[in-house]
């Protein structure tokens, strides 16, 4: 078989979703690869966890709404067939107050893309960020509350009694 031989890529019709492709191998054997759009939305939230500063988001209502399958840990895949079928993520996040928002994104969408694409060999089409909220992490620094002590200022220790 020539190494140059192209792989046939189409998308499945039947009641799981994802990315089909048939091959025949240098063994001769036919076969059809098969990728669930579970897997690719599993690679895209592992992506997206990746980044500093980012975390997975509620699409809402309205996204929930859209044709298509709902958001699930804040990614939603969309696979458009044809004779080579592309790939489209749309992802929902809270980026960390005092990062600049447009980097954040750029970041999502590299790693988003990267990751979809090194497992899979597939193309992505488009990585879709949608800011949702802005989280505040807190410090969990606490004021020392002052030792108790009893009337006559001593501090007691577990197992005396006052």
């Not at 799981?16 to 001769?28: A, K, L």
């Not at 447009?102 to 497992?119: L, N, S």
Request: hydrophobic share 30%; aromatic share 4%.
């Amino acid at each position: 078989m020539d190494s140059n031989e192209q792989l046939e890529v189409t998308a499945s019709d039947d009641h799981q979703e994802g990315i089909e492709s048939s091959t025949v191998g240098e063994t001769g054997l036919e076969g059809k690869i098969r990728i669930s759009e579970d897997v690719i939305s599993q690679l895209a939230v592992k992506a997206l966890l990746s980044v500093d500063g980012v975390q997975p988001a509620n699409p809402g209502l309205m996204a929930n709404l859209r044709m298509g399958r709902k958001a699930v840990n804040g990614v939603r895949i969309t696979i458009t067939g044809g004779e080579t079928p592309e790939i489209q993520v749309d992802t929902y996040i809270s980026v960390k107050y005092s990062l600049r928002i447009p980097d954040v994104c750029w970041d999502v969408q590299e790693a988003v893309k990267d990751q979809v694409e090194r497992y899979t060999g597939y193309t992505v089409k488009a990585v879709n960020v949608y800011v949702q909220g802005i989280t505040f992490v807190e410090k969990k620094s606490q004021p020392e509350k002052p030792e108790e002590q009893n009337s006559e200022g001593i501090t007691p220790s577990y197992g005396e009694e006052m």
